[in-house]
């Protein structure tokens, strides 16, 4: 019996924090965690794995990151991807510096070398970056379409395409018309 009085407690103290709500009168301090608002991780997918271990096999060795002890990144990244049921960043060879289970995959020293290296990021291409520029202004969805009527990506009606030349541009306007 004292164990149905126990659930009996348990539920009506679970239904009256169901019950509390923040009116938007309310002064109080309260912030939701973050926790409440992410999703689970989506799990991993047999295909998705081996395109993650395709990925890996297909390495060019001499382009892998090894950091001065002599512990190559992208193995270690593999080795504790490999066996996860879950995606993550890692998956996608990313790395977040915040995430503390990526942080235990390195010793102190590692991790600090891992943080304080800047990889150069890809120079980007002229077209692209005027291409984009069109849209730095829009405000408004109004803005956005009247730009993408009166705009191309190619540089003026008679430019043929060219695959090579304008096909990030082409893909960006894509998106923005998807918005």
């Known amino acids: 019996m004292?164990?149905?009085?126990e659930q009996e407690s348990i539920s009506t103290s679970e239904e009256e924090d169901l019950d509390y709500s923040i009116s938007e009168d309310d002064d109080s301090d309260?912030?939701?965690s973050d926790a409440e608002n992410q999703?689970?991780?989506s799990l991993l997918f047999s295909s998705q794995l081996k395109e993650f271990q395709e990925s890996y096999v297909k390495m060019d060795v001499a382009q892998k990151w090894f950091l001065s002890s002599g512990k190559?990144?992208?193995d270690t990244i593999y080795e504790h991807c490999k066996?996860?049921?879950v995606e993550t960043y890692l998956h996608s060879w990313i790395i977040d510096l915040d995430d503390e289970e990526t942080e235990m995959l390195f010793n102190v020293e590692e991790w600090n070398e891992i943080r304080h290296t800047l990889r150069k990021l890809p120079e980007v291409d002229g077209n692209f970056a005027n291409s984009m520029m069109r849209f730095s202004d829009v405000k408004t969805t109004s803005e956005l379409r009247q730009?993408?009527?009166t705009t191309s990506f190619l540089n003026g009606d008679d430019e043929p395409y060219n695959r090579e030349k304008h096909y990030d541009a082409e893909w960006a306007e894509l998106v923005m018309r998807k918005l």
């Open 83 to 85: 066996q996860l049921p």
């Open 72 to 74: 190559c990144v992208e």
């Open 147 to 149: 730009v993408l009527k």
């Open 2 to 5: 004292a164990n149905f009085e």
């Open 30 to 32: 309260y912030i939701p």
């Open 39 to 41: 999703n689970p991780p």
